[in-house]
């Protein structure tokens, strides 16, 4: 059994059965996460994902102002349904 522990909870992992959560941004991971051996780097959830790089579910306080993010591709984890956005603002 392959076992990694989540960065934010200390959760343990079995990678093979539950699989982790991992940011694949070239950018963040140089740039963000410092661990040699990535263990910086796994999450169990989404959600400690989001904690750790505080990343949460806005809403805007003026629904007429046109959405920050634009062309969303329908397949970001914010979608609920495929190109009904709430995130980016696509319909």
Same mark, same amino acid.
């Given at each position: 059994m392959a076992v990694k522990v989540c960065a934010v909870c200390g959760k343990e992992i079995d990678t093979v059965k539950d699989g982790y959560v991992t940011c694949r941004d070239n950018f963040l991971q140089?740039?963000?996460f410092e661990e040699v051996d990535r263990s910086d780097n796994v999450f169990c959830s989404q959600e400690c994902a989001c904690e750790l790089l505080m990343i949460e579910h806005v809403y805007d306080e003026n629904p007429d102002r &046109?959405? !920050?993010v634009k #062309? =969303?591709? #329908? &397949? =970001? !984890?914010? =979608?609920?349904d495929a190109g009904d956005c709430e995130q980016c603002g696509s319909v």
């Amino acid at each position: 059994m392959a076992v990694k522990v989540c960065a934010v909870c200390g959760k343990e992992i079995d990678t093979v059965k539950d699989g982790y959560v991992t940011c694949r941004d070239n950018f963040l991971q140089v740039m963000y996460f410092e661990e040699v051996d990535r263990s910086d780097n796994v999450f169990c959830s989404q959600e400690c994902a989001c904690e750790l790089l505080m990343i949460e579910h806005v809403y805007d306080e003026n629904p007429d102002r &046109e959405a !920050d993010v634009k #062309g =969303c591709s #329908g &397949e =970001c !984890d914010f =979608c609920p349904d495929a190109g009904d956005c709430e995130q980016c603002g696509s319909v």
